[in-house]
């Protein structure tokens, strides 16, 4: 069974287009996250939801909202796509372990290539 | 000053060889410290966590954290071409658990 799954695994669009990246996870964690990957394998944290609730929002342009329906679920929609998005969108989950340490779960990832 | 330095790499070795990969850090708030590996166009998985300074290990896997010099290094003993992927560093601080990865290393382990 997949623990954490996303959906499309390759998107390739228009600059300008509209488009939403879907990521639901079976392992019952309280917190999911969208992290980016660049073309030079840095990735960095965008957004993190505790119980469907936004607890971190890093610098990210307001073009990019994030949406979860149920803690098990959190989409990412952007708009206006800019060539400067494309690059790996990876979401994960966790269940903190107390202390500060967790281990988080991936997705296989999303390739968003904007033309 | 980056707050976490980690040579991109690629770092290449013939099978069998001990690979040191290491990440340097400059902020003394970081408390957790994980090792990620990432196999290509794959997610990124947990290899191991620590929190002390010292040694930890796992089959071929040791980390090693030396809080007093900022200075965290994964060990692979006897490396195999299934090792080869990016390795990445990562950290919690300031009571987060949310991990903070550094830009990682690219392994090529070869036959």
């Known amino acids: 069974d997949t623990a954490v799954s996303q959906t499309p695994k390759y998107l390739v669009t228009q600059m300008g287009n509209d488009k939403s990246i879907k990521c639901e996870q079976n392992?019952?964690?309280?917190?999911m996250y969208w992290y980016k990957q660049d073309s030079k394998k840095f990735l960095k944290i965008m957004f993190s939801y505790n119980n469907k609730e936004l607890i971190i929002n890093e610098t990210v342009p307001n073009r990019f909202s994030p949406k979860s329906p149920d803690k098990a679920h959190l989409n990412l929609h952007i708009n206006s796509l800019e060539l400067g998005d494309s690059a790996v969108y990876f979401c994960a989950s966790s269940q903190e372990g107390g202390y500060g340490n967790t281990e988080a779960f991936f997705g296989q990832g999303t390739r968003l290539t904007v033309v | 000053q980056k707050e976490v330095e980690q040579d991109p790499g690629p770092l290449s070795v013939p099978e069998g060889a001990i690979v040191s990969l290491n990440c340097t850090y400059s902020n003394s708030a970081f408390q957790y410290f994980m090792w990620y590996r990432q196999y290509s166009r794959k997610g990124p998985e947990l290899l191991m966590y620590?929190?002390?300074?010292g040694n930890k290990e796992d089959g071929r896997f040791t980390a090693q954290v030396d809080k007093s010099s900022k200075y965290i290094s994964l060990f692979i003993r006897d490396s195999q071409p299934s090792d080869s992927a990016t390795y990445l560093c990562?950290?919690?601080?300031?009571?987060?658990?949310?991990?903070?990865f550094g830009r990682g290393t690219s392994l090529i382990v070869h036959p």
């Open positions: 620590t929190y002390s300074s």
């Open positions: 392992l019952g964690h309280d917190t």
């Open positions: 990562a950290w919690t601080s300031g009571g987060s658990y949310i991990p903070t």
